[in-house]
């Protein structure tokens, strides 16, 4: 069958694998709203505090629940025999990894935009922040599923993959960071982020092109 | 310049110093520390042969 | 397969090594279609690697495959295998009829549609039951399933016999028969000796 | 490979075989060694006696002649990685897997260096021990992928899968570096303000900048006394079962 049906097809799996498990969407989603919880009990409630620090604490939140839900996107897959399966297919591995890349990120990525103007009016920021905020999660969370997924595809077969993966990602993250809670702060203060912005989708449009070839190449490499 | 004021370093003795010390000791364990497991390991080999 | 053309399969000066102990050196076969070949062994005398060597999940530490001619990766060598390996590959949250158009889906249509094939290994009737509801020997025919609906010449089988009963044994074996019979090869590992009269069996010891 | 001239092409065809790479890194050594030393002495001649004190910073910027040269080490040390890691991964050549593991634990010795010498420096002239500086904040983003290489290769204990895994790491890293560097250099400038860059430019003198070079030269003959070091006992690790480690240990008795 066509690529294109391969591709439609990974993705519709595991949406339909997410939805009859569930905990996959709701465990990093709850993570993202109780670390963020945790930082007004932690450094004390004062508003303009808390205003001040906001966009760093969202985005830092939700590069930790990024960073946690990435063990989902291969490890049942890798399990069960279900990769060897996808890298026997005679489709280009990469693009069956960008599906399972996106099917991961429409779970444990969108979600964290759902709830992140919730949690903007937790941490009291000004309405006009707001849409740079969602923009930015929109532009930047596809990026670390897409970084994630080369530091997972690199440690799936590990017994104990959890602590080095997050030695291997969550420095390649910095730049995301950077610049989406920049344009959130100068957002606030009613700047102009179009540089911030620009640069993200720059990041997101080079990460889509370049991560699911060396992600392909560790599955293969972890396979064996 | 006398030698004191060589080791002195305009005041700055401590942090330039301790820069070079530090450096010297980093860069001299990445050579012996290779050299002292190549050593170990080629006598744990030499050990094996003899024992077959 | 539709054209009945003859293909082969062959692996030359082939050796692997794993943690300082050489499991095979210097190993050769040759397979066209039509035939069977089977690794013998103790455990842990490489047949599954040689196995997965095959698959190209390992490189061999010498050596190279080739299919009909050309090196694995330079021919449509993964368009016409199907691996059914020690893991199963099957989701346990999906249905039968979901993990098998999934399997499709990777691959291309071949000799059978999904239900004549959910017939032929004797689990008409389940198809909207979720996987995870099988027993072992329904999960290993499932998985066998694959082998049908998709199109392929070489089917590499690690321990296809092990969790069935003797009706299963005599399934697969009917099975692998009639996949013969219709040009395609195949390579096993198995603890079972196999019984099949009518094809031509290759053997490789590896111990 | 046409472009290349003969005897190149049969140099690395040579090197490329083990026994023969031991036997002539064994021979070279003596002469990096003696190189190292000479371009040492030189530099720090220059460097700490020769060199009049800056005239802002006084003899602390003296730390420039090991901070500057480390600082650059560990971006060379990280490109060269990734480079001998994609060699060893297009052409599955062993001994550029070596070379590449064996880079980065001198890598990431120099990106320390580097952030320890750079807040001994900055302890005089900024009052605090550490400033979120670009280049400081670079080398310790730096410093944290140089351990997600050597983590990433203990953790996998089939070694040449280990050196697959290492070599595909490197290589995004080397991607990603630029764009880091970036970002943190950016970032800098919006929230710190040009304040603490005369640390980047002491106005260069002649007779500060020679000695500097020469470092930086020493520094990358230290690079590859350290990492054939570290690249022979790799190498003997690996090739332990080889009929030409077992001649070598036989004939040594």
């Known amino acids: 069958m066509s690529l294109s049906h391969a591709f439609f097809a990974v993705i519709r799996r595991d949406l339909v694998l997410a939805l009859r498990r569930r905990s996959e969407i709701a465990n990093p989603l709850l993570f993202f709203i109780l670390v963020i919880t945790l930082f007004p009990l932690g450094i004390g409630a004062q508003p303009h505090l808390l205003q001040a620090i906001a966009p760093g604490i969202i985005w830092v939140s939700a590069l930790l629940a990024a960073m946690l839900s990435l063990d989902s996107l291969f490890r049942s897959d890798f399990d069960d025999g279900s990769l060897e399966q996808i890298l026997l297919s005679p489709h280009p591995t990469s693009v069956l990894v960008l599906a399972k890349i996106i099917a991961h990120w429409l779970v444990t990525g969108l979600p964290l935009l759902i709830v992140a103007p919730l949690l903007a009016v937790f941490l009291g920021m000004p309405n006009h922040s707001l849409g740079i905020l969602l923009l930015t999660l929109l532009l930047g969370t596809p990026v670390l599923s897409l970084i994630g997924a080369i530091g997972v595809a690199l440690t799936v077969g590990l017994r104990r993959g959890g602590m080095i993966l997050s030695l291997l990602v969550l420095p390649l993250y910095v730049p995301v960071l950077i610049f989406a809670g920049n344009a959130v702060q100068m957002a606030g203060s009613g700047l102009p982020v179009d540089a911030q912005i620009n640069i993200l989708i720059a990041i997101l449009l080079m990460a889509l092109v370049l991560a699911p070839m060396p992600t392909a190449a560790a599955l293969k490499m972890s396979i064996n | 310049m006398t030698m004191q004021e060589f080791f002195a370093m305009g005041g700055y003795a401590f942090y330039v110093w301790t820069s070079y010390g530090l450096t010297l000791i980093v860069l001299l364990a990445n050579i012996i520390i290779p050299v002292v497991q190549r050593k170990q390991f080629l006598r744990s080999l030499a050990l094996k042969q003899k024992r077959q | 397969m539709q054209t009945q053309s003859i293909h082969s399969l062959e692996g030359s000066g082939l050796s692997c090594i794993r943690d300082d102990r050489v499991l095979f050196e210097e190993l050769a076969f040759e397979l066209v279609s039509g035939q069977v070949l089977l690794l013998e062994g103790k455990n842990g005398s490489g047949k599954t690697s040689l196995l997965r060597i095959l698959c190209g999940f390992r490189e061999p530490d010498a050596g190279e495959i080739n299919w009909c001619g050309d090196a694995v990766n330079d021919s449509p060598f993964y368009a016409q295998m199907a691996y059914v390996g020690h893991l199963d590959g099957i989701k346990k949250e999906l249905t039968v009829r979901e993990n098998l158009k999934m399997s499709l889906a990777l691959s291309s249509p071949g000799q059978y549609p999904i239900h004549e094939a959910l017939a032929k290994v004797h689990m008409a009737g389940y198809d909207d039951v979720l996987a995870q509801a099988l027993s072992a020997g329904q999960k290993r025919r499932l998985s066998l399933a694959r082998l049908l609906i998709t199109e392929n010449v070489l089917w590499i089988l690690d321990e296809p016999f092990t969790s069935l009963d003797k009706q299963g044994i005599a399934l697969i074996e009917t099975l692998m028969t009639e996949h013969c019979a219709s040009g395609g090869m195949i390579v096993l590992t198995s603890h079972h000796d196999i019984d099949l009269p009518d094809v031509d069996v290759q053997r490789i010891n590896l111990s | ?253």
């Not at chain 4, 599955?92 to 070379?99: F, M, T």
């Not at chain 4, 992928?145 to 953790?155: F, P």
């Open chain 4, 1 to 253: 490979m046409f472009l290349i001239p003969d005897p190149v092409v049969r140099f690395f065809h040579r090197m490329a075989s083990p026994p023969h790479f031991y036997a002539f890194t064994q021979r070279l050594m003596p002469w990096l060694v003696v190189i190292f030393l000479l371009l040492t002495a030189a530099g720090l001649y220059g460097g700490l006696y020769l060199a009049p004190a800056d005239y802002q910073q006084g003899d602390s910027y003296r730390i420039i002649y090991i901070h500057v040269p480390s600082a650059w080490m560990s971006l060379f040390i990280y490109v060269v990685m990734a480079v001998a890691g994609a060699i060893g991964l297009v052409w599955r050549i062993k001994l550029a897997e070596i070379v590449a593991i064996s880079s980065a634990p001198v890598g990431a010795s120099f990106t320390f260096i580097a952030l320890v010498t750079g807040s001994l420096w900055g302890k005089p002239m900024w009052g605090t021990w550490w400033v979120w500086d670009a280049r400081l904040t670079s080398e310790l983003i730096l410093l944290f992928l140089y351990l997600g290489v050597i983590g990433l290769y203990g953790a996998i204990d089939d070694k040449r899968t280990a050196s697959r895994a290492v070599a595909i790491l490197a290589l995004v890293g080397v991607v990603n570096i630029p764009i880091i560097h970036y970002s943190v250099e950016w970032w800098n400038t919006l929230h710190q303000g040009p304040t603490v860059t005369k640390m980047d430019k002491p106005s260069i003198h002649v007779t500060m900048l020679i000695p500097l070079l020469l470092m930086a030269l020493s520094f990358k003959f230290y690079y590859l006394i350290a990492m054939l070091q570290r690249a022979r006992t790799e190498l003997l690790l690996r090739e332990r079962n080889a009929q030409w480690v077992k001649a070598m240990i036989l004939e040594s008795k």
